[in-house]
């Protein structure tokens, strides 16, 4: 008999699949609608699993079975063999209260003594503990602990000298009494590099919110997917560097949990307006007031998505919040928190009609909200502000884009050093702020390596830099980081943030309108002024004064501040010396400020790196880069026809096109003498 055929016998409400195997009742819950799913495993004899999200032991447990029982007599059983076993200790280390099986095929299960020298397959009975805890109980309280996903893991970190846990059976579930074990710690969560890891690290950190001293969220950068921290250490993290990034990570933000006397469950929800994008409904159910703590909401064509945070308040209730993402329009989305919440916290609600009376009191109420103000009670600023006086304005985005080769991140390196200093940037003056540089292309090392020699370009050392800080953000988008980003401003009180580059930042395709809105929206919620790097392909074979907008996208253009095309001139083999035109392509904050140019001058593969004033007039390759009106409207000095002002353009223009520049541009220009005739051109001068 095979393993499936003997666990069917124990079973009720059993149908088969249309490809093999059966569903079944689960026997672990209350299941009124066959939710366990069983099938022949290719390298397993069997494969279980409860849609509703209980665990393979758990259900064994029910029906009495163990996993010798089951696999008696199966010819597949020696597929299956220990590979390793990890021992769960009471906290004084005497007795051992379970243990977590590793199988291969992989595969995991739980076990406790059954104090006659064998084994129990399941966990009940017992309180499950934390993985090491004996040595967890007996480390100083003001050392850190570091939660993995697994056994193995937090091993591989003892090893090292760390006081390291996990808790049993993976992802998904921990229980209040892990929390209550880490009261008064200093936690920092390393989740593997997977939404599942994620989701599950999230959690630990919103249950530890208030109970731990101290709560970390660390994601290691470079990670490959489903990678851990075991993976990193192997790819040569060393346990300094991680100490190092535990100390830098940003502490989670406390906050207060408010008690309320549990109202009567017809009670009508309580809505209350936070901020313009943050709701708060309380439901009073039978349970207690639970409340949906509706965050960063915003609003597109087809989507209201929302950070949603579920937790009931009533004293004596659950406390873990549950957090996630989703488009509050989605009944999907909306099923699918139904089903975990079920799993999660019972059927004892009914969830469908708490998460619709939910949902809907937020959309009503954001969408309604008034957002006026009264321009009376405004406060207008005397004039404009700038960071970097004429250039880089003191709110909003500005965008420096070109090829990735023009020298774009060593030169907004440079203002991020002159705003940090507060010193003058090629004559222009800067106003001193903290610095945030979000990093999505350079990395570590190398990010240090250029700073470092921007530094000796002004006869600077790193340590005279202090308050510029240093984000890895390891691929994950501007706007899917807000909440981590939001406490690094806090915690550092930065002013000025940089992001390079924006392509990767935007977390989608950035020719698509909706990505440059969520992006821009993203930036707007974090309050700050923004330069945000574009690198810019496939322009090559336009004449530089025609690239116009950063990815050629309108929207990139509209929803910027500022925007400077940026261009490097072709250097000659072994020069040190480069010359970089700024060219202003978008400006709508006052009077358009004029093209600059830049040096950049290269001492040695290592040395200095000294940033310069440059005239972009002595290079016909960089005066090419200016829009084509005003390379027109800066060589006529004189009236002058098409063809003669084609003559002394860089680049190939043809007559046409510039006759065409200057009609449409009256502003600058004037029809001194229309033409006539047989090739007789107009002769245009500049506008009085």
Not at 385 to 402: A, Q, W
Not at 587 to 615: K, Y
Request: aromatic residues 8%.
């Amino acid at each position: 008999m095979t393993a499936p055929e003997r666990l069917r016998q124990h079973l009720q409400g059993v149908r088969d699949k249309p490809g093999g195997g059966f569903m079944a009742e689960c026997p672990s819950h209350s299941d009124r609608k066959a939710s366990l799913s069983v099938d022949a495993g290719r390298e397993t004899p069997v494969v279980i699993k409860c849609m509703a999200g209980c665990g393979t032991d758990d259900v064994l447990a029910a029906i009495g079975l163990t996993w010798e029982q089951l696999l008696a007599g199966d010819e597949r059983k020696a597929e299956r063999s220990i590979v390793a076993v990890y021992d769960y200790h009471s906290a004084d280390g005497e007795s051992l209260l379970h243990q977590t099986v590793r199988f291969r095929p992989k595969g995991f299960s739980q076990r406790r003594p059954d104090g006659q020298g064998g084994w129990l397959w399941n966990l009940q009975g017992i309180e499950p503990v934390l993985y090491r805890l004996p040595y967890l109980a007996g480390a100083a309280g003001d050392v850190w602990v570091h939660i993995t996903e697994g056994e193995a893991d937090a091993d591989r970190l003892a090893e090292l000298g760390l006081i390291a846990t996990t808790s049993p059976m993976g992802a998904g579930k921990w229980r209040p009494s892990y929390t209550e074990a880490l009261r008064g710690r200093r936690v920092v969560v390393l989740p593997d590099n997977d939404d599942v890891g994620r989701k599950h690290a999230l959690h630990i950190v919103t249950a530890l919110n208030g109970v731990a001293a101290e709560v970390k969220l660390l994601e290691l950068a470079g990670l490959p997917e489903k990678g851990d921290v075991s993976d990193w250490l192997q790819a040569g993290g060393t346990v300094e560097e991680l100490e190092r990034l535990v100390e830098g990570a940003p502490t989670w933000p406390k906050s207060t949990i408010i008690e309320f006397p549990a109202p009567q469950s017809d009670a009508a929800p309580d809505v209350q307006v936070l901020a313009p994008d943050r709701v708060s409904v309380v439901q009073h159910t039978e349970l207690g007031p639970l409340e949906f703590l509706f965050s960063d909401m915003e609003k597109n064509a087809r989507e209201l998505d929302a950070e949603l945070t579920i937790r009931f308040l009533a004293a004596g209730a659950p406390t873990d919040p549950y957090p996630l993402r989703l488009n509050l329009l989605s009944l999907n989305a909306r099923n699918e928190v139904r089903r975990e919440l079920e799993a999660i916290y019972g059927k004892e609600l009914k969830w469908a009609a708490v998460l619709a009376a939910a949902f809907s009191k937020a959309q009503q109420t954001f969408l309604g909200l008034d957002r006026s103000v009264r321009a009376s009670m405004l406060e207008p600023p005397d004039r404009m502000s700038f960071l970097i006086e004429g250039i880089l304005p003191d709110e909003g985005v500005t965008m420096p884009f070109g090829a990735g080769t023009s020298l774009k991140t060593f030169i907004t390196m440079d203002w991020a050093i002159c705003i940090a200093r507060g010193l003058d940037w090629l004559g222009h003056g800067t106003q001193q702020r903290n610095v945030l540089w979000v990093d999505y292309e350079t990395g570590q090392g190398m990010f240090g390596f250029r700073l470092r020699r921007l530094l000796q370009g002004h006869g600077l050392f790193m340590e005279d830099v202090p308050n510029i800080h240093y984000w890895p953000a390891g691929g994950m988008s501007l706007p899917d980081s807000l909440d981590a980003l939001r406490r690094c401003i806090e915690r550092h009180s930065i002013g000025a943030l940089f992001v390079d580059h924006t392509a990767v930042a935007c977390g989608g395709e950035p020719e698509k309108a909706d990505t440059a809105t969520r992006y821009f929206r993203a930036v707007s919620k974090l309050g700050l002024p923004a330069v945000s790097i574009a690198h810019i392909t496939g322009e090559g074979e336009k004449e530089p004064g025609q690239i116009l907008r950063p990815f050629g996208s309108v929207f990139w253009s509209n929803e910027a501040r500022r925007t400077w095309f940026v261009r490097k001139a072709t250097q000659d083999d072994g020069a040190t010396l480069a010359e970089v035109g700024f060219f202003r392509r978008k400006v709508n904050d006052g009077p358009a400020p004029p093209d600059f140019g830049v040096h950049v001058a290269f001492e040695d593969p290592a040395g200095p790196i000294r940033v310069s004033r440059g005239d972009i007039r002595e290079s016909a390759e960089l005066f090419s880069g200016r829009r084509l009106d005003q390379q027109i409207y800066d060589v006529l000095t004189s009236g002058m026809r098409p063809s003669e002002i084609a003559a002394v353009l860089p680049g190939q223009h043809k007559p046409e096109v510039i006759s065409e520049t200057m009609r449409r541009n009256k502003r600058l220009f004037d029809c001194a003498e229309l033409g006539g005739g047989r090739g007789k051109e107009s002769l245009w001068i500049r506008a009085s």
